[in-house]
Each structure stands twice: as C-alpha cells, then as structure tokens.
C-alpha cells in the first residue's frame, strides 16, 4: 500500500508566474486536505475535499489559489501570480471516510515553493 | 477556536535520557480529537498517535509514551531512553469530531534534539 504522493517535491518559480502542485492521496481514501507550513510554524489548513466535493477553503486561501479534485482521486492546487509571501511547503493529507480510522490525516512529503 | 499551544520550542537531551514535549489545547468542542506527528529532517510528517476525547486512558507503544488528561487541557508525550533517530520536529494537533472535515489545528510543534 503506497502512501501520499506530492509532485512535484521542490518548485522554483519568479514572482507573477503561474505554478500547480498535484497530490495523489492513499487509494481508499476519500478525504483530501491540503495544509500550508512556513518555517518555524505548524501545518495551516487551506482546503478540503470529500471525494470530488470541495467542502471548505480556509480564509488563507485567497482568489489567487485554486484547488480540485476532477475525478475523486488525485487533486491540483494552483497558485496564480505568484507572490514571495507564497513561499512555503504544501502539503496534502488524506483520511478514509466511514471508517474508525477516518479522523487520522496522512500525509505526503510537501511541495517546496520558492518564489524569487 | 481551537488552539493548540506548545511552548517548549527547542529542546536537547543526551542519547538515552528520557524527555517530554508538553502540548495544551483549547476547544469548546466536546468531542475531539488529539494527535501527535513526527517531522523528520526529510519534512513527511508521520503520523504516532490519536486519541478521543473520552478515553483518558494513557497510552503506551514501545519507547513512546501520552499521558492525556482533560482537567488541564494537555496531551505530553514521554519518549523513554531517547536515541539519535528520535531527533526531530514533534507537532500536537487537535480536531473536531463527527462533522466530517476533521482538519486539523496544530501547535507550533517542539524541535528535538538528541545529542549522541
């Protein structure tokens, strides 16, 4: 059983360009999230997917972001115009639903963004 | 709103020394959740423990040991005989329960260090 997949690991990118990351959660799991760490802080939530369903955006998340979840499985977030303020690791979770183990997040290993 | 407060940001212990990360959350929720993640060097955060809100029972796994107790809002955890290997960022982390997007609130986690 392979677990959460980021790709890409690391992405360097000029303020104003365009960037997308994608995750691939654990294969039974329905519940996708995607949390923001900068250094030295905790994990902040951004968004959160029930199967296909969006369900909620953090206030973090703002016009610029965008995120889906087209087929239930794989997801994309994609910063537009990107900003320094953006320079952060991404990292994507994911949880079965219905389950006893449905509360327990795991996740992949992050995106690296560096905007110069 | 949840918090989750760790105030111990960086600690060192020599190999074998037992040590304790120190986690106190807030929430107005009766029903939650409360978790620990290990964040290597690599930045995967791994998943060590869950716990309910109604089970107050400690918890013992090998080296690793939670002591959880409601009446002060805390959630420690003892690492027994500490080796170079449990060197790591250590983040506490508190969700709600039963209402489907149980994302997660961390603290700012406590940076470990063993010193061979």
């Known amino acids: 059983d392979t677990g959460v997949s980021q790709n890409p690991r690391h992405k360097i990118t000029k303020r104003g360009q365009n960037v997308t990351f994608r995750c691939d959660p654990i294969?039974?799991?329905?519940?996708l999230y995607w949390y923001r760490q900068t250094l030295g802080q905790g994990p902040e939530f951004l968004t959160y997917f029930q199967n296909e369903a969006q369900l909620e955006k953090s206030r973090l998340l703002s016009d610029r972001f965008s995120a889906e979840r087209p087929k239930g499985s794989f997801s994309t977030l994609e910063i537009q115009r990107t900003e320094q303020g953006d320079s952060a690791m991404y990292l994507c979770?994911?949880?079965?639903?219905?389950?006893?183990?449905?509360?327990?997040?795991?996740f992949g290993p992050g995106t690296r963004l560096t905007v110069l | 709103a949840q918090k989750v407060t760790q105030a111990q940001t960086e600690i060192s212990v020599v190999e074998k020394e037992d040590v304790t990360l120190d986690c106190v959350y807030e929430t107005r929720d009766t029903t939650y959740y409360l978790f620990w993640y290990k964040q290597p060097p690599s930045g995967e955060l791994v998943f060590l423990i869950r716990?309910?809100?109604?089970?107050?029972q400690n918890e013992i796994s090998g080296r690793y040991s939670w002591n959880f107790q409601k009446s002060t809002s805390s959630f420690n955890f003892t690492i027994t005989a500490s080796q170079v290997v449990d060197s790591a960022v250590y983040f506490c982390a508190l969700s709600e329960a039963g209402f489907g997007n149980e994302k997660l609130t961390f603290g700012t986690g406590t940076r470990l260090t063993i010193i061979p």
């Open positions: 979770a994911s949880s079965p639903a219905g389950t006893s183990e449905s509360d327990t997040q795991y």
């Open positions: 294969s039974e799991h329905n519940r």
């Open positions: 716990r309910n809100s109604f089970d107050e």
